[in-house]
Nanobody
Framework: QVQLVESGGGLVQAGGSLRLSCAAS????????MGWFRQAPGKEREFVAA????????YYVDSVKGRFTISRDNAKNTVYLQMNTLRPEDTAVYYC?????????????????WGQGTQVTVTS
């Protein structure tokens, strides 16, 4: 089992920044590829970003490219999502997730473990 706990969400004005963290415990963190997803009210869970086990490869949904950066620190068992130039449409609950198989990094069904989520609200 892998336990994931997100933190760092909050209320921010449009154009501002937040950094989300996801701390992992349980099995060996570096065995897992990590993803960030988000879900707005009334919408399906949406892929945001993913990173492979070593941090050498990253993937983003088009709407966040150039604004968000995913990174990881395997020594700290933590994955991060730096979010800059936030927009009201980024408002959602953000979830981190873990998978041993990265071939469908954009698909929620590909991930075995999920955190409880952290709320991000961006005001205009």
């Amino acid at each position: 089992q892998v336990q994931l706990v997100e933190s760092g969400g909050g209320l921010v004005q449009a154009g501002g920044s937040l950094r989300l963290s996801c701390a992992a415990s349980g099995r060996t963190f570096s065995d897992y590829n990590m993803g960030w997803f988000r879900q707005a009210p009334g919408k399906e869970r949406e892929f945001v970003a993913a990173i492979n086990w070593s941090g050498s490869s990253t993937y983003y949904v088009d709407s966040v490219k150039g604004r968000f950066t995913i990174s990881r620190d395997n020594a700290k068992n933590t994955v991060y999502l730096q979010m800059n130039t936030l927009r009201p449409e980024d408002t959602a609950v953000y979830y981190c997730a873990a998978t041993q198989f990265l071939r469908a990094y954009y698909a929620p069904a590909n991930y075995n473990y999920w955190g409880q989520g952290t709320q991000v609200t961006v005001t205009s």
